[in-house]
């Protein structure tokens, strides 16, 4: 399922996939900005997990932020793209092409304050 815009609809497809890869008696925390479909009270957040939403413009406590920026930065930046198609074939490639390197994203995501407590 190609799902093209960031929504309360998309949102909750993503909830409800995380919910399912969550083993059963477990609970998970998301961590998330508050982006207007992470905080919509149309959200329809499954028993098993809770979102824990980071201060307002703090992109620097968001480690996704940091791979986004990696991917930007090495598999989509000084590009043109041909179509709308085109562009989510790229990201595509490009995510996948992080998710084989768990390593890389385990380095990109260290906050090193956060090991000192």
Not at 36 to 53: Q, R, S
Not at 79 to 91: G, L
Not at 94 to 102: C, G, M, S, Y
Request: net charge negative; aromatic share 10%.
């Amino acid at each position: 399922m190609v799902m093209p815009y960031c929504d309360s609809h998309a949102m909750n497809a993503h909830l409800a996939e995380i919910s399912r890869q969550i083993e059963p008696g477990r609970h998970a925390v998301l961590i998330l900005d508050q982006a207007g479909w992470h905080t919509t009270k149309a959200l329809d957040l499954p028993d098993n997990i809770t979102l824990l939403p980071l201060p307002p413009r703090s992109p620097e406590l968001n480690p996704v932020e940091n791979l986004w920026q990696f991917m930007r930065d090495n598999y989509l930046s000084n590009r043109i793209f041909k179509n709308y198609d085109d562009i989510v074939d790229h990201c595509c490639e490009a995510w996948n092409k992080i998710a084989d390197q768990p390593w890389r994203i385990m380095s990109i995501g260290l906050r090193d304050w956060a090991h000192r407590y």
